[in-house]
C-alpha cells in the first residue's frame, strides 16, 4: 500500500513536472488571448465614442470668462484638450481646421503615409468637451489689447457676405507657431519647398515625380537630366535630416523598380551651414548620422552656406570663402522657425517688455510680459526651451492647469465673501492661498528622435543625470512605436499602421498628384 501510494505521488509529480510547462503556455496564450480582445474592445469603444460625440450644453455663458485660442497645433490642441469647459467659454481661431501630427511629415513627402492619416479635425476634440467650444476657420490678423478684441480673417478660398470680423476675449491664448525661416535669401519663397504643412507635403511629392518624368522626356539633355535628378535639401536640422533619409528610402525601395534607367542618375545633396549636422544631438549619434548618409550616398555639404536661390541653381558659399553654383531639380529649405507677422505685431506692442526676436517673452506662467491676459506657448513664444512638439503640448497642457486654478481661486474669493464665520472665512482663506500658489511651469524632456534613412534611426533619451544614445535598427522600431503611441487617436493609428503595411506590401504610390 505505502509503496502503492509513493508509485502514485511519484506519478502525479511527474504529471505536474510535465504539464508545469504546459501551463505556462496556455496562461501566456491566454494572456496575449485577452489581451487581444481587450485591445480590439478598447479600439471598438474609442472609435465608437469618437464617431458618436455626446450631447452638449449651450454655447458661450456670459457669466463666464471668455478664453480665445489662437490656433490648431500641438500648443492649442493639448490646452483645448485639457481645458475644463464648465470653466471658460472657450473660442478656437485657427486657418486650418484640424491638428496636424508633424513628426510624421516627411514620411508624406513620398508616399509612406498619407497626409490624411496625419491629421485630426479639431471638431472632433471640441465635440468631446461637456460644454460648447466655437471653432472658427479664420486667420487671426490684428489684436487689440485695449479693447480686448482680436481682427479674423476667412483666408480660405470659398468667402461668404462675411469675411472679417472681431471677437472679444478676456483670455487670449496665443499658439499659432512659427513660419519657416528664410533670412531674408533671395529666391527661397519663389522656388524653394518648406517642409512645414500638408500641403507643402504634398508640393514636395509632386515636385519629386515632375523631376522623375522630365528627366525621362525624350531628348532630354544629360546634363539636365542630371540636373533634373538632383534633389537638393538645404538646413541639416532634423527636417532636413529626416526629408533626406525618407528620399533615399523611396529611392531605393520604389524608384530603382519602376524608373530603372534613372534611378541610379537620383543624386541627393544636404547642405548646412554649420560644421555639422544635427547640432542638438549628441556628438556620436552625429557621427553615426553623418557615416549612414555616406552609405546611402547622400553627400553631406558643411560649413557650405547657401547664399542665393535661383530657379535651376542655388549659390553657396564654401569653408573657404568661395562662391560655387549647385544645379538642381527639387530644392527643399528646412532652415529651422521664424516669428509670424501677428507675433511681430504684438511683440511691437510691447517694446519695453518684448524684444526677443525668437517670439513672444513669456514669464514662469506662459503669460506674455507686458500683459496680463495674453498667454503665449509653443513656438510663437520665446524660451529657454527648444521649439519642438514636446515642448509646445506639455506648454498647453501646463496653461489648462492654470486656468483651472484661476477659476477655483475665482469660486474661493467669492466664498471667502460669502462666508458667515470666522472659522468658515479662515478654512476658505487657507484654500485661497493654496489656489494662488500656482507652480511655474516645468519641462520635462523624454528624449529627441529623428529618423536616418535604411529603416535606422537614432534617440537620445534622457537617464539619470545624463543620456543614452542610441542608434540603428532597433532604435528606428522604438521611433515608430513611439510615434505611433503618441499619434492623436485611436483613428490615426489604425491608419497610420495600416498606411505602413500598405508600404510595405504593396511599395509607394509613384502616380503624380
Ligand atoms: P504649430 O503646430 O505650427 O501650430 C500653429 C497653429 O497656428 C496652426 O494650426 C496654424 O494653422 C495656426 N495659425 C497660424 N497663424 C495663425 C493666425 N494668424 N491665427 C490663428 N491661427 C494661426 N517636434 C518634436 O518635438 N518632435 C518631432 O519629431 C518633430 N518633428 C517635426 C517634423 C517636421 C517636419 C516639422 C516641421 C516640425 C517638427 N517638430 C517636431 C516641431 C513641432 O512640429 C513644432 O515645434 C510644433 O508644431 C509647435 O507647435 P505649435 O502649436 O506652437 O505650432
Ligand atoms: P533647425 O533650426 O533645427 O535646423 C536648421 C539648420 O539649417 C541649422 O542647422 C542651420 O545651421 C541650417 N541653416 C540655416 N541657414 C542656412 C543656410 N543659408 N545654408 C545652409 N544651412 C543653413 O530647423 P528644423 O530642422 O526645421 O527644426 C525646427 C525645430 O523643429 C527644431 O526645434 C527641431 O528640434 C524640431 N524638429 C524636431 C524633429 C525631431 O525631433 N525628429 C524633426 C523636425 C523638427
Redesign the pocket.
Known sequence: MQQQLRFNTTDSQTAAATKKPFSKWRALKNVVKYGLVASVAYGTYTMYDQRHPPEQQGEIDPSKKTIVV????????SFLKAIDTEQYNVVV????NYF?F??L??SCTVGTIDVRSLVEPIRFITRHKSRQVRVVEA???DVDPERKVITITDNSDIKGQASTSELSYDYLIV????MNQTFGIKGVEQYGCF??EVWDAQKIRTKVMDCIETAAFPGQSSEEIERLLHMVVVGGG??GI?YAAELHDFLVDDLTAWYPELAGKVKITLVEALPNVLPAFSKQLIDYTESTFKEQNINIHTKTMVKEVCEKEIVVQRPDGTKDTIPYGLLVWATGNTT?P?VRNLMARYPEHQNIRRGLAVDDWLCMEGTKEIFA????SATKYA??????AQQGKYLARVFAQLASQETLEAEVAAATSEDEKAKKMRKLQKAKDIKPFHYSHQGS?CYIGSDKAIADLPFGPGNVASGGVATYAFWRSAYISNLFSTRNRTLVITDWLKKTILGRDISRE
Not at 489662437?70 to 490642441?77: K, R, V
Not at 481661431?93 to 486650418?96: A, D, G, H, I
Not at 521649439?387 to 509646445?392: D, I, L
Request: hydrophobic share 40%; glycine share 12%.
Open positions: 489662437l490656433g490648431s497645433g500641438w500648443a492649442s490642441t481661431v485657427s486657418p486650418r496636424l508633424t513628426p511629415l516627411p486667420e487671426c490678423t499658439g499659432v507657431g512659427a517642409l512645414k532634423p527636417t529626416e509670424r501677428l506657448l509653443g513656438d510663437a521649439p519642438t512638439a514636446q515642448v509646445a528622435l
